[in-house]
């Protein structure tokens, strides 16, 4: 006898287990042998270890059909849990598509280049994607870290950014330390609503399962078993962006995204991703990525704005 807990991250639970539990109640008929409880979002199962898996796959494929489509029916619990599952609707998980995000929204590689940012993080285990603004390149890197969480291929996830001051000062911001740093950091947490529900993000962020934090708060650490993404890496110095790259540990996968057209240290600081270019171009297992004006998704403007200062340097 058996046990698993299953968290489905539903954001209501009574519309994909419907009505007094209507489709629930299909569901267990096609495992009258299993005990199957439901709380909220977390679903245990008890029973025989091998119908347990079965369950587990075929329940899987439910969740992503209701992502998918944002509703099931009971032709559609019929079908994925009364099947076999290598004919079910399995054909519904697009290769392409990295995250089923919320209200059904499919998140995906947009351009050439985020696809290039998919296919070298399967092969490589530290990405850079350099690019300027609009690429989609911090997007796409956390899409990444969140279909890796819930595949389990990670543990965790840890989002980092440098707290470099744009033209602002901290210390001038309301607030305790958090609040200061927070602002910094909206980016990700913006990236991070698309994809997951509020409440299981919440989670997430509570129990240390997703990490964001100041780049300094990484020191003296080893990121065993994460996906960790560092953000405007243009904006670390040459010591702290060694610093982070050594954070590394077993099992893990690191993007470092940067635009180094926006660099704000200051003038006696240089940029640790303009060096890091040049000296770890040749490691295998480390690829660099660059995307440009062609990969910008935002705003049409945001072309025209970027062309106009690129000339503008030129």
């Not at 619990?77 to 076999?84: A, N, S, T, Y």
């Not at 209200?103 to 300027?132: C, E, R, W, Y």
């Not at 996906?227 to 040459?238: C, G």
């Amino acid at each position: 006898m058996s046990e698993t807990i299953i968290e489905t991250a539903l954001e209501n639970p009574v519309e994909f287990f419907g009505v007094g539990d209507k489709h629930l109640a299909e569901i267990r008929e096609f495992f009258p042998q299993l005990k199957i409880i439901v709380r909220g979002n977390l679903v245990k199962i008890i029973g025989d270890t091998q119908q347990i898996r079965t369950f587990e796959r075929r329940f899987d494929l439910l969740l992503v059909h209701f992502d998918h489509f944002g509703k099931i029916t009971e032709d559609n619990v019929r079908q994925i849990m009364g099947q076999d599952e290598a004919i079910s609707v399995h054909k519904t998980k697009d290769n392409e598509v990295l995250v089923y995000g919320r209200h059904g929204k499919l998140i995906k590689a947009q351009t050439p280049n985020q696809q290039k940012m998919v296919t070298s993080i399967a092969k490589n285990d530290m990405i850079f994607a350099i690019g300027p603004a609009g690429t989609g390149k911090t997007y796409t890197a956390v899409a990444l870290a969140v279909r890796a969480l819930k595949n389990k291929e990670v543990k965790r996830i840890i989002l980092t950014r440098p707290a470099v001051e744009a033209g602002e000062s901290l210390g001038f911001l309301p607030g305790d330390m958090k609040d200061k740093l927070d602002p910094y950091l909206q980016p990700l947490y913006d990236a991070l609503r698309d994809m997951l529900p509020p409440q299981k993000l919440l989670s997430y962020i509570e129990d240390e399962t997703i990490e964001i934090a100041p780049l300094a708060y990484m020191r003296g650490r080893t990121l065993g078993n994460v996906f960790a993404i560092l953000d405007e890496a243009q904006n670390a110095s040459e010591s702290q962006l060694k610093m982070f790259l050594t954070r590394m540990g077993k099992h893990s996968k690191f993007i470092i995204t940067g635009d180094v057209t926006q660099i704000d240290l200051p003038k006696h600081k240089k940029s640790g991703l303009l060096q890091a270019q040049n000296i770890l171009k040749d490691i295998k297992g480390i690829d660099f990525i660059y995307l440009n004006d062609k990969d910008i998704i935002r705003h049409g403007l945001v072309t025209k704005i970027v062309d106009a200062y690129g000339k503008n340097e030129r």
